[in-house]
C-alpha cells in the first residue's frame, strides 16, 4: 500500500523531486523546492495526476478543521477594505461554459434592484480601475523611447514558468495582488487591448494582467521589461494564446521602474528589438 | 415537498432565510457584489479562521492571515475555475498557503519546543465540534490517520497543522530528510486511498 507501484512509472530515473508529492501537497516545501517540483510537475501527466489528488486529500485534512468564530471587528475591516480593492478583470477566452455565460447574461442587463446600492454596474466599475491619466502614459512612453535607442546589457531571457497558464493565476501572482501595499496601473496596448500592472513594493515584484491582447503568430512573442534610466533588464517572455492573461514579472521590481512590453521573435531578444506597445509606470 | 424544504434548511443554515451555495456568491463576488461578498465571509470565514488559527495558534495574527484570504478572495473571484473544484476548497487552499506563509515568516514561532508541539497537534484533534458536517469529516480523518504508521502520521500532521517544511519535520522527528519526503508521500497515498479520493 505505501510503497506505491506508480514511483518506477515516473520515468527512466526518478529524481529526488519525484518524491515529493506529498510535501508538497501539505505545502512542506522551500520555495526552491517547490519551483523545482512545478517544473518537474509540469512535463509529467503522471505526477500532475498523483499531486491533484494529493491536495485533495490535504484539503480533507483542512476541511476537519474546527471552525473559530472571528471577532465582528474583523467582518466590519475586510468589508471596508474590498471598497477600496480592485478586483482582477475576467479572463473571457477560456473556461466560459454555459454557467459562466449565464451569470454574465444574468448580472449585465441591469442592475439588479434586488441587491439595492450594493450591486454596481460592474463594467463601469472595471473600467474606472483601468482608465489612468493619460499624461502618465506619455511620461512613461517617452521614457521607453528614450531608451529604447540605446543598446544595453540585459539578462538573457528565461522560460516562462510552465505553472503560469491563462486559466488559473499562479500563487506567485495571487501573492502580489493580495498583498497589502499592492498599487497598479493601466494602459491601452497601442494594438489593441489594456495592460495592467499591479505591483507590490514590499515584495518588490509586479504582474501583468493582458486584456483582450492582440494573440500573436507562433513565430512572436511578448516580451515583458523592467526600465529604470538606462537599465533595461528582460522580465521574462509570454506567450499569448489567449488574448487574456495573468503574467508575474521575472526579477526583482524597484520602485519607479517603468514595465514596458514589446514583440519579439519566438524566444524572446536580449535587448528590445521593436517599440513598445505598451509602458507603464509603476509611482 | 413541504416536508423536504424545512428538513433541508435545517441543516446547513442557522439564520439565513434563503442558503445560496459558496459557489453562487462567488459567482456574484466576480460580478462586483459585495453583498454576496458578505454572505460568503459569514458562511465560510469560521473555517477558513480555524484552519489558519490551527497552524498560528495567536488570534490576532490568525485573524490578520484570514482578512489577507478574504482580500485575495474577493480580488480573484474572477478567476475561479469552477472546473477545478468547489469554492470551499479553493478558498481553504489559499488559507493554508498563507498561514503556511506566516508561519514560515515569523521566525521566532520557530522555537516552540519539538515535543509540545507534537502533542498539541495530536490533542488538539480530539477537541469536538457541534456542526455535524464537520464532525463527520473530522471523524472520517481521524480514522484514517489513525491508519498510518506513528511516523507517517507525524509527518503528515506536523506539516499540515504545524506548517513546517520537511526539514523542519525531519530535525523534529530526528529522521532522515529523505526518509520524510518518502513518509509524507506514502502516508498522502494511504490517507488518499482511506478516505476515498478518487482522481
Known amino acids: ?283 | 415537498m413541504l416536508e423536504l424544504v424545512s428538513r433541508d434548511s435545517e441543516i446547513p443554515e442557522r439564520d439565513h432565510d434563503v442558503a445560496s451555495s459558496p459557489e453562487e456568491l462567488l459567482e456574484r463576488v466576480a460580478e462586483g457584489d459585495r453583498e454576496a461578498f458578505a454572505q460568503l465571509y459569514d458562511q465560510t470565514a469560521p473555517r477558513v479562521l480555524g484552519l489558519i488559527k490551527r497552524l498560528l495558534k495567536d488570534h490576532s495574527q490568525s485573524e490578520e492571515v484570514t482578512q489577507e484570504v478574504f482580500l485575495e478572495i474577493w480580488q480573484t473571484a474572477t478567476r475561479f475555475d469552477h472546473n477545478k473544484g468547489g469554492a470551499a476548497s479553493w478558498m481553504l487552499t489559499m488559507a493554508h498557503r498563507r498561514a503556511v506563509d506566516r508561519v514560515r515568516a515569523s521566525q521566532s514561532s520557530r522555537d516552540r519546543d519539538t515535543k509540545v508541539g507534537i502533542r498539541d497537534f495530536e490533542t488538539d484533534y480530539d477537541s469536538v465540534t457541534e456542526q455535524v458536517e464537520i464532525r463527520i469529516e473530522h471523524e472520517r480523518v481521524e480514522r484514517a490517520l489513525g491508519r498510518l504508521t506513528e511516523l507517517q502520521r507525524q509527518a503528515v500532521t506536523l506539516a499540515y497543522y504545524g506548517g513546517y517544511t520537511h526539514s523542519e519535520v525531519s530535525t523534529m522527528l530526528h529522521v532522515p530528510i529523505g526518509t520524510v519526503k518518502t513518509r509524507l508521500r506514502d502516508g498522502m497515498i494511504r490517507l488518499r486511498d482511506e478516505l476515498g479520493v478518487a482522481s
Not at chain 1, 546589457?153 to 498583498?179: E, F, K, M, R, Y
Not at chain 1, 494573440?215 to 529604470?228: D, F, G, H, N, R
Not at chain 1, 492573461?245 to 521602474?257: H, I, N, P, R, S
Open chain 1, 1 to 283: 500500500m505505501s510503497k506505491h507501484g506508480s514511483t518506477s512509472g515516473f520515468g527512466p530515473h526518478e529524481t529526488d523531486t519525484d518524491n515529493l508529492s506529498g510535501a508538497y501537497s501539505l505545502n512542506a516545501l522551500s520555495d526552491e523546492e517547490r519551483t523545482a517540483f512545478e517544473a518537474r510537475m509540469a512535463e509529467s501527466d503522471e505526477i500532475r495526476t498523483e499531486v491533484a489528488e494529493l491536495n485533495e486529500t490535504a484539503l480533507l485534512l483542512g476541511r476537519a478543521v474546527e471552525p473559530v468564530q472571528p471577532s465582528a471587528a474583523l467582518r466590519s475591516s475586510i468589508l471596508d477594505l474590498i471598497d477600496s480593492t480592485p478586483q482582477l478583470p475576467k479572463l473571457e477566452a477560456e473556461g466560459s461554459d454555459g454557467r459562466d455565460e449565464s451569470t454574465t447574461t444574468a448580472a449585465a442587463p441591469a442592475p439588479a434592484e434586488k441587491s439595492g446600492e450594493l450591486l454596481e454596474p460592474i463594467p463601469l466599475a472595471r473600467q474606472r480601475w483601468f482608465m489612468r491619466p493619460a499624461v502618465l502614459l506619455v511620461g512613461a512612453a517617452a521614457a521607453v523611447g528614450l531608451f529604447f535607442g540605446g543598446g544595453a546589457v540585459l539578462n538573457s531571457p528565461q522560460p516562462q514558468n510552465p505553472g503560469t497558464s491563462q486559466q488559473a493565476i499562479s500563487a506567485d501572482a495571487s501573492q502580489i495582488l493580495a498583498a497589502s501595499d499592492v498599487e497598479h496601473t493601466a494602459s491601452d496596448i497601442s494594438t489593441g487591448g489594456t495592460a495592467t500592472l499591479y505591483w507590490s513594493s514590499a515584495l518588490k515584484r509586479s504582474v501583468v494582467v493582458l486584456d483582450g491582447a492582440s494573440a500573436l503568430p507562433s513565430s512572436k512573442t511578448y516580451q515583458l521589461w523592467y526600465i529604470k534610466g538606462s537599465s533595461v533588464k528582460s522580465a521574462g517572455t509570454v506567450s499569448a494564446s489567449s488574448n487574456s492573461l495573468t503574467q508575474v514579472l521575472q526579477g526583482d521590481m524597484a520602485k519607479g521602474d517603468t514595465v514596458g512590453i514589446t514583440v519579439e521573435p519566438n524566444g524572446g531578444s536580449k535587448q528590445p528589438t521593436t517599440k513598445p506597445i505598451v509602458a507603464l509606470q509603476s509611482a
